[in-house]
T-cell receptor
Framework: KQEVTQIPAALSVPEGENLVLNCSFT??????LQWFRQDPGKGLTSLLL?????REQTSGRLNASLDKSSGRSTLYIAASQPGDSATYLC??????????FGQGTRLTINP | KAGVTQTPRYLIKTRGQQVTLSCSPI?????VSWYQQTPGQGLQFLFE???????NKGNFPGRFSGRQFSNSRSEMNVSTLELGDSALYLC???????????????FGSGTQLSVL
């Protein structure tokens, strides 16, 4: 059974810092890995998707890496801003459209 | 292009009642999946529909059911509601061109269900 773990559960940093969020999974047989952000009481917004054959994806200040053999992914956020405050979730896709999610990292950027 | 639309946004029900939630996917998306989000269990997969057929199902009791219509809109039904069914129910859609393609899932804002 696939298990996805995100560390840390919560993170608070001052504005402007670069930071890394971690995601690990137990079964490397995945189609892809997707990072989402969720604002309180809202749905999920897709940030980056990395196919199982890829090593990383970049979008603006965000960079996500994938090491399938070790079951790890990281989300790097450069020059953090207060608007980046949200919960960040990683999810691995296994079969059809089923995603297995981590519990998320609640990120707070302090002005 | 309109996003995934879920209605209603909030629902309050009592134990034993049943509820139906609706999801309209992004135009052209054929796959719709449903997830339950609770503070304790996080996000859990309920089921997925493609071309009016359920293709995949998570580990939820039979009280949770769904269907998809010919226009790809989907409904989810929960019968005999229990207090533990209180959750944010999220719907997601994708093009679903195949498992090897670069497909993101796009989520709606969810329906917040409270069971009293």
């Amino acid at each position: 059974k696939q298990e996805v773990t995100q560390i840390p559960a919560a993170l608070s940093v001052p504005e402007g810092e670069n930071l890394v969020l971690n995601c690990s999974f137990t079964d490397s047989a995945i189609y892809n890995l997707q990072w989402f952000r969720q604002d309180p009481g809202k749905g999920l917004t897709s940030l980056l998707l990395i196919q199982s054959s890829q090593r990383e994806q970049t979008s603006g200040r965000l960079n996500a890496s994938l090491d399938k053999s070790s079951g790890r992914s990281t989300l790097y956020i450069a020059a953090s801003q207060p608007g980046d405050s949200a919960t960040y979730l990683c999810a691995v896709r296994q079969g059809a459209q089923k995603l297995v999610f981590g519990q998320g990292t609640r990120l707070t950027i302090n002005p | 292009k309109a996003g995934v639309t879920q209605t209603p946004r909030y629902l309050i029900k009592t134990r034993g009642q049943q509820v139906t939630l609706s999801c309209s996917p992004i135009s052209g998306h054929r796959s719709v999946s449903w997830y339950q989000q609770t503070p304790g269990q996080g996000l859990q997969f309920l089921f997925e529909y493609f071309s009016e057929t359920q293709r995949n199902k998570g580990n939820f009791p039979g009280r949770f059911s769904g269907r998809q219509f010919s226009n790809s809109r989907s409904e989810m039904n929960v019968s005999t509601l229990e207090l533990g069914d209180s959750a944010l129910y999220l719907c997601a859609s994708s093009l679903n061109r195949g498992p090897g393609t670069n497909e993101k899932l796009f989520f709606g804002s969810g329906t917040q269900l409270s069971v009293l």
